[in-house]
Nanobody, 120 residues
């Protein structure tokens, strides 16, 4: 089991910045990748950014160049630095951890979500 706790959401003006944090506990050594997803009202949950154990990263096209995902293995924490925020970035942001045992089945673990609102 993996537990995830997010922090850092809030209200910010367009063009502003926020940094989200996600601390993992439990079977941290079993995590293959961690990432951030977001869900706006009426929309499906979508991938924002993901980082693997080898530190390779992938971003949604809508955030590339504005958001940066990074990890601190010593603190078992993943960060999402969000710059040049736009109103369309408003959503609940969820931390995700993927555990892939030898069977190849992907197990997803989720945090409780943190609200990000971009508005003037």
């Amino acid at each position: 089991q993996v537990q995830l706790v997010e922090s850092g959401g809030g209200l910010v003006q367009p063009g502003g910045s926020l940094r989200l944090s996600c601390a993992a506990s439990g079977r941290r050594d079993s995590i293959n990748a961690m990432g951030w997803y977001r869900q706006a009202p009426g929309n499906e949950r979508e991938l924002v950014a993901i980082i693997t154990g080898g530190a390779s990263t992938r971003y949604a096209g809508s955030v590339k160049g504005r958001f940066t995902i990074s990890g601190d293995n010593a603190k078992n924490t993943v960060y999402l630095q969000m710059n040049s925020l736009k109103p369309e970035d408003t959503a609940v942001y969820y931390c995700n951890a993927k555990v892939v045992p030898r069977s190849g089945v992907v197990y997803d673990y989720w945090g409780q979500g943190t609200q990000v609102t971009v508005s003037s």
